[in-house]
Each structure stands twice: as C-alpha cells, then as structure tokens.
C-alpha cells in the first residue's frame, strides 16, 4: 500500500507528474504507471487530474495523512539510532518570532555550535499563532514563544523581561517625571530592576505605537492601560517588537518595549525609559517542546544550553 509513498508524496509536494519525475530521476510515464497501479491497487483515485496544479481527492488527502503519519514514526525511529551513535551529526530545528531569533537566539546557537559543531541548527521566523501549529503538527523541534497550550507542550523558563515604556525624549511630558526616568545605561546595568514604576496612565495623551492584535506585547499593554483607566491613542499598529522601538526612536510615539530589547540595541539618548508595574509587566520567555515527542540528545543538549545561557 506504501510502497511508492515517496513518489506519490513528491506528485503532492510539486503538484506536478513532470516535476516529480525530475526529482526523482525516473521517467514521466513510468511515474503515472507507478500512480495508476497504486491507485488500481487501492480503488481509489488519488489526484484530480484536471487541475493545475495537480489536486489531491478526499481519499488522496487521507492518503497523504497516512505518509506523514509513518515519516513522522520513522524520522523518531532515525533519532533513536542517532542518539545510539552519541548524536555526532544531527540537526535541531527551533523556531521563534524575529526578535528573539536576532536577540536572544544567537547567544545560545554560538555557545550550541561550540559543543557540537556538527549539529545543524535550522532557524523558522513566524509569529506566535503560525510557530504554535509548526510546533504541534511537529514540522519543528522547539518553539521560543512567552504563551503555550500547557495541555499539548512542556515550557521550560528561560529568562524573564521587565516591561518599559519607552518615549521620545523631547515629549514634555518628561519635564516632571525627571525622578522615574530610566536610560539606557541604567538598563544595560539592570539598575532598573530596583527603580520604582509609574503609571502607564501619565503618558495616556501619547500617541502610542502599539503593536497588532495577537501579539503578547500588545495583550499586555492593553491590560496594563486597561488598568490605569483608558484607552492608548494608537498613531501606527505593527507586527514586530523592534519595529515598534524603532518608531518611537525617531520621535513618532510611545511604545512598550522590553529590558531585553533595550540592552540588545545600541544606546541611545533620544530616547527616556520607564518602568512600569503590574503582573503583566513582567513576561516570561520560554523554549517549549510538543508534549509525548521523542527528543534525541542533540534537542535535549540544545534545551539545556539555552537554560545555562540564560540562567
């Protein structure tokens, strides 16, 4: 019955009989012979053959369930014998949003490859709801992420984030605040850590860069403002948490950023930095695996350098 998986899941893959013949260094028709025997075999027919390009059936998409099914069985029975032969090639495929993957990533892969310079590292930028169904239907080993479905993953904490409003410096609504502002300095030195908060409240004229829906950053700054009794006058919404510092960098808002954003850029004096307090002040970011996933020790190694990385 699955003999000829890999044809037929390259047929799927391609959407082509010519392309999957040229990837499989096999002729045209030998591949629709191939096909047509298969289909003979299991009364059924698996690809509609009138599209471009080439659509599964009902029964072609259950098909091509099942191939997964048993790539998904063979690839853990392959990481088996790679622990076996002590993991001295593998790969380790993580993913994240971009500002982990450009912040906080890159400590952990360097001091990874010193150990194990023979293991890949494969990197998948997304954001949180796309990287949540890679890590579910296991297209990836581990997940940099701050929220899971605790019922389908296991988190480990990795480090945890102080959220700051960051403003533009020449917005007078610094003038009386002089006691409560932060700098970059005093964040790269996490003197912040003991400064007291403010209310996100005194900056509720704004504007505000605020991120997108969906996004934790942006959940957390519509309680914390929620809290204080008002609604963030948004001047641009984005996607991207380094965007969003970005902007109010060059004087257009305020935005809630992150200690580890601010200590991750390069200094700046234009602009002031302020903490804020509240639970949803401080997030925490985690590297999770799928719940009852085989991990072999290349991915267990990996989860254990980012937790000493960032211990």
């Not at 403002?225 to 948490?241: K, S």
Request: aromatic share 10%; with cysteine; proline share 4%.
């Amino acid at each position: 019955m699955f003999q000829y998986a890999d044809y037929i899941y390259e047929i799927y893959k391609t959407g082509s009989f010519t392309a999957a013949a040229r990837n499989l260094f096999i002729s045209q028709p030998a591949l629709s012979a191939t096909v047509k025997k298969v289909e003979q075999a299991l009364n059924v027919q698996l690809f509609d053959r009138q599209t471009s390009p080439l659509s599964l059936t009902p029964e072609g998409e259950a098909y091509i369930r099942a191939i997964e099914e048993l790539y998904r069985t063979r690839r853990n029975f392959e990481n088996y014998l790679a622990d076996v032969a002590a993991v001295r090639v593998g790969s380790v495929s993580v993913s994240s949003a971009m500002f982990t993957s450009s912040f906080v990533l890159p400590k952990i892969i360097t001091k990874f490859a010193g150990t194990h310079p023979h293991v890949r590292v494969d990197v998948t930028e997304s954001n949180s709801k796309e990287l949540e169904a890679l890590l579910i239907n296991e297209k990836t080993d581990l997940l940099l992420d701050y929220n899971f479905d605790d019922s389908t993953t296991i988190k480990l904490p990795l480090l945890q984030e102080q959220v700051l409003l960051a403003v533009p410096a020449d917005f007078s609504v610094n003038d009386p605040l002089h006691d409560f502002v932060l700098t970059a300095e005093d964040i790269r030195t996490d003197r912040h850590l003991d400064s007291p908060t403010v209310s996100p409240k005194l900056f509720e004229n704004g504007p505000f860069v605020l991120l997108k829906n969906g996004n934790d950053m942006r959940t957390r700054a519509d309680v914390l403002c929620q809290e204080h009794g008002f609604a963030p006058r948004a001047v641009m919404l984005l996607d991207q948490l380094l965007t969003s510092y970005n902007v109010a960098h060059s004087g257009m808002g305020v935005a809630f950023v992150t200690d580890t954003l601010v200590k991750a850029v390069p200094a700046t004096d234009r602009l002031c930095f302020y903490k804020v307090g509240g639970d949803a002040a401080k997030r925490t970011l985690y590297i999770a695996h799928k719940k009852n996933r085989y991990l072999n020790r290349a991915v267990q190694s990996f989860i254990e350098t980012a937790i000493s990385v960032y211990a």
